[in-house]
């Protein structure tokens, strides 16, 4: 009989990056504020976290970084506005950010790496399995990854990462997983991690994209994590410790993903992003791809 866990409801959103690549937009502007289409990149993140039934979120921000807090709180002056005008679409736009989850906010302070960041989370998270949502990787909200690994968790215990098929000259650029695969097509058992190998060394081509769904003993393996590749504290470094014995947090798995991501984190991938996205809108996409036809023809 299967086992069943105790149910998700926290996220943790690490948002303390400086946004060196995309500068010199981010000098004033946080990079996780940079609109993808018309919504800011983090606000794509926070609604797959609530879609997933995480209503509690916890965003690690840094100096630079009050925008965030701003644009998920309520903005009185301009939803009048908007009222008075009897602009109900533009209102209802308004009010999505700050009615999608209870939002909580703590400085990382001293930018240590991911792993670092994540403890931060330790006092609110506490004691229960808790979700990481990476701002860079948009999810497709068709492809419901992280409601998938939800309930991974909740049926194996442990922890479970999101792993996705990359090409070899590319896993150097990512977390790798050595893998086993299970009764599930979908999940694999995760039996050693490495952060960015080079190809030679990667044990297989499945890259770690930014979703985990974590057991909440990686804190204790966090603390005690002494810095790794990049002078920084790397949470692939404690999943792998968690990954080689499992008397100690249980399990690792993965989900293969296969569905559609949307990197931001670099500006060549982020303009792709907007271009996919705004083709599939139906407000946007008709005339948008008739122009893109229009361009792409003209320069060829």
């Not at 909440?216 to 014995?245: M, N």
């Not at 599939?280 to 008709?286: H, V, Y």
């Amino acid at each position: 009989m299967t086992q069943s866990h105790p149910r998700i409801s926290k996220a943790v959103i690490p948002a303390a990056g400086l946004g060196t690549r995309f500068l010199p937009a981010t000098k004033a502007t946080p990079k996780e504020m940079l609109p993808v289409v018309d919504k800011p990149a983090i606000q794509y993140v926070v609604e797959e976290a609530a879609s997933a039934g995480l209503d509690d979120v916890l965003m690690i921000t840094g100096r630079n970084k009050r925008p965030l807090e701003d644009h998920f709180d309520r903005n009185y002056e301009l939803e009048s506005a908007l009222q008075k005008k009897g602009d109900a679409g533009r209102l209802a736009k308004v009010q999505e950010s700050s009615d999608l989850a209870t939002m909580h906010y703590v400085r990382q302070g001293d930018p240590k790496g991911l792993g670092h960041a994540v403890l931060c989370a330790a006092p609110h998270v506490g004691q229960e399995p808790f979700a990481v949502l990476l701002g860079d990787d948009l999810i497709d909200p068709r492809d419901p990854l992280l409601k998938r690994m939800v309930e991974v968790q909740e049926q194996h215990g442990g922890s479970v990462i999101a792993l996705m098929e990359v090409a070899p000259e590319q896993i150097h650029l990512y977390g790798c997983a050595a893998v086993e695969t299970t009764e599930d097509s979908d999940v694999v058992k995760v039996s050693d991690l490495v952060e960015k190998p080079a190809a030679a060394d990667a044990p297989s081509n499945y890259a770690i994209i930014g979703r985990y769904v974590l057991d909440p003993h990686v804190f204790d393996i966090l603390r005690k994590t002494e810095p790794g590749r990049g002078g920084e504290i790397q949470l692939t470094d404690a999943l792998q410790q968690l990954s080689q014995d499992e008397k100690v947090g249980g399990p690792v798995h993965g989900v293969v993903f296969k569905g559609r991501r949307y990197d931001t984190g670099d500006r060549g991938d982020y303009l792709r992003a907007i271009v996919r996205l705004a083709c599939e809108r139906e407000d946007l996409g008709p005339d948008f791809r008739t122009w893109l036809r229009s361009y792409v023809a003209e320069e060829m």
